[in-house]
T-cell receptor, first 113, second 117 residues
Framework: GENVEQHPSTLSVQEGDSAVIKCTYS??????FPWYKQELGKRPQLIID?????GEKKDQRIAVTLNKTAKHFSLHITETQPEDSAVYFC????????????FGGGTRVLVKP | GAVVSQHPSWVICKSGTSVKIECRSL??????MFWYRQFPKQSLMLMAT?????????EQGVEKDKFLINHASLTLSTLTVTSAHPEDSSFYIC?????????????FGPGTRLTVL
């Protein structure tokens, strides 16, 4: 089955700096790659997603890039703010396999004021 | 739109008892719902895929007789943890996919924190 690896597991940045989280996936049939932000005890919130027919997507301070050949995708957060502190998860799914999401291990991001 | 609710939000039970968790899609019909389990400081692990009107599909290593899933309507799936033990204590989260959407986005419920004493 699909395997998603995420790095780093923790990331500490100064407010205003950029944060980058990287994920790799194993199944070349994966065609949907969402990123979630989860605060303690809350549900995962979709912050951005990308489909396999697109290489890059941006939404204000957040961007995601996808390299299908290398089977990796990355989340970029610019001008980080303290409220960006949370755990971030990447995931991958295959439409033909029932749209099941396979999650990465998560990255705990701390933005220091 | 695309709101998913869960009930209860938290539950404490004694070892050996059964607990039922409900997952509802409030403003759309979901033919497929997913159940995840998340232990503290860990990622979400898919337990099973719940299909309306048919048997659930369980992931490898998940005991189907212990985690009973029923998806009796297009807006409701239930997860029953039978004979719960302390090691079943976890955060259980459901998600639902809106079939009309062309891509794979899932909408998550708020989660249920289960504590087994």
């Amino acid at each position: 089955g699909e395997n998603v690896e995420q790095h780093p597991s923790t990331l500490s940045v100064q407010e205003g700096d950029s944060a980058v989280i990287k994920c790799t996936y194993s199944d070349s049939a994966s065609n949907y790659f969402p990123w979630y932000k989860q605060e303690l005890g809350k549900r995962p919130q979709l912050i951005i997603d990308i489909r396999s027919n697109v290489g890059e997507k941006k939404d204000q301070r957040i961007a995601v890039t996808l390299n299908k050949t290398a089977k990796h995708f990355s989340l970029h957060i610019t001008e980080t703010q303290p409220e960006d502190s949370a755990v971030y998860f990447c995931a991958a799914s295959i439409r033909a396999a029932g749209n099941k999401l396979t999650f990465g291990g998560g990255t705990r991001v701390l933005v220091k004021p | 739109g695309a709101v998913v609710s869960q009930h209860p939000s938290w539950v404490i039970c004694k070892s050996g008892t059964s607990v039922k968790i409900e997952c509802r899609s409030l403003d759309f019909q979901a033919t497929t719902m997913f159940w995840y389990r998340q232990f503290p400081k860990q990622s979400l692990m898919l337990m099973a895929t719940s299909n309306e009107g048919s048997k659930a599909t369980y992931e490898q290593g998940v005991e189907k007789d212990k985690f009973l899933i029923n998806h009796a309507s297009l807006t409701l799936s239930t997860l029953t943890v039978t004979s719960a033990h302390p090691e079943d204590s976890s955060f259980y989260i459901c998600s639902a996919r809106e079939p009309q959407r062309a891509y794979n986005e899932q909408f998550f419920g708020p989660g249920t924190r289960l504590t087994v004493l």
